[in-house]
């Protein structure tokens, strides 16, 4: 199984952590870097082969994975030139990615079984499959309902409850076939492609752990968590915690 990991991005809103380190290698609790423990997982979910899309302080990464034979996976890289955003760097893979395959942001920090996902994705015969868990947001104010300049409804403090993309997904090739190399593209312009052109991506739904690291309060809650959460996010090959 092959997995491609989008660590190339400036990691914006994690600063000024990330103006000497890339977002992915970012420690998390005392010894570990958020890519570490990825490429860990991969390996124990019984991935082969790994390609790393980098960008921001790329050398570093390339400099910390080398060819990933500490984890049992093949590493290669593909460096952009230019930010391609969260699907374009993929758009140059078309010609030696197989039918299926796995891709995720570098970032994330879940137990989810990528496995699963990769052969769920497989049977579903959808060219996208994302990974999707329930989140509630707790408004803090009245919400009216209004019509007509009327009102018509009211709700205090309501609790909204959506499903949102963990950054990780099944992807098939043939997804990629209508964008030419180079062409800078987000996750969120394919969805919009794909419900245009009628191909329903399918979901795969998590209620496990998951945290995307992107914002200071994330990365500082998952240093805070990570001794009581390196038993699950952390396992051998024999599945024993590490």
């Known amino acids: 199984m092959h997995a491609v990991i989008l660590a190339?991005?400036?990691?914006?809103?994690?600063?000024?952590?990330?103006?000497?380190?890339?977002?992915?290698?970012?420690?998390?609790?005392?010894?570990h870097a958020i890519l570490e423990i990825v490429l860990e997982q991969l390996a124990g979910c019984g991935f082969t082969s790994v390609t790393l899309a980098i960008n921001h302080l790329g050398p570093l990464i390339r400099a910390f994975v080398g060819d990933g034979a500490r984890w049992g996976l093949q590493v290669d890289y593909i460096e952009e030139d230019r930010p391609l955003s969260t699907v374009g760097p993929l758009f140059g893979l078309k010609e030696?990615?197989?039918?299926?395959?796995?891709?995720?942001?570098?970032?994330?920090?879940?137990?989810?079984?990528?496995?699963d996902l990769l052969t769920q994705h497989t049977l579903s015969g959808s060219g996208l499959t994302v990974a999707i868990a329930e989140r509630t947001h707790k408004v803090e104010f009245g919400v009216l309902d209004v019509e007509a300049s009327q009102?018509?409804?009211?709700?205090?403090?309501?609790?909204?409850?959506?499903q949102v993309s963990m950054?990780?997904?099944?992807?098939?090739?043939?997804?990629?076939?209508?964008?030419?190399?180079?062409?800078p593209f987000g996750f969120d312009e394919l969805v919009l492609d794909l419900l245009a052109r009628r191909e329903h991506p399918a979901t795969y739904p998590f209620t496990g752990f998951w945290l995307d690291i992107g914002?200071?309060?994330?990365?500082?809650?998952?240093?805070?968590?990570?001794e009581q959460l390196r038993p699950v996010l952390?396992?051998?090959?024999?599945?024993?915690?590490v």
Do not use: H
């Open 8 to 31: 190339g991005g400036k990691g914006v809103r994690l600063r000024p952590y990330t103006t000497t380190l890339p977002k992915p290698l970012m420690p998390i609790g005392d010894k």
């Open 96 to 115: 030696v990615l197989p039918e299926q395959f796995l891709v995720m942001n570098g970032d994330v920090l879940t137990d989810l079984n990528y496995a």
């Open 151 to 162: 009102i018509i409804g009211f709700r205090e403090k309501p609790s909204l409850r959506y």
């Open 167 to 183: 950054g990780v997904y099944g992807m098939s090739r043939r997804t990629l076939a209508p964008y030419p190399p180079g062409r």
């Open 215 to 226: 914002r200071p309060e994330d990365y500082d809650e998952a240093n805070r968590s990570f």
């Open 234 to 241: 952390l396992r051998d090959r024999a599945g024993e915690p």
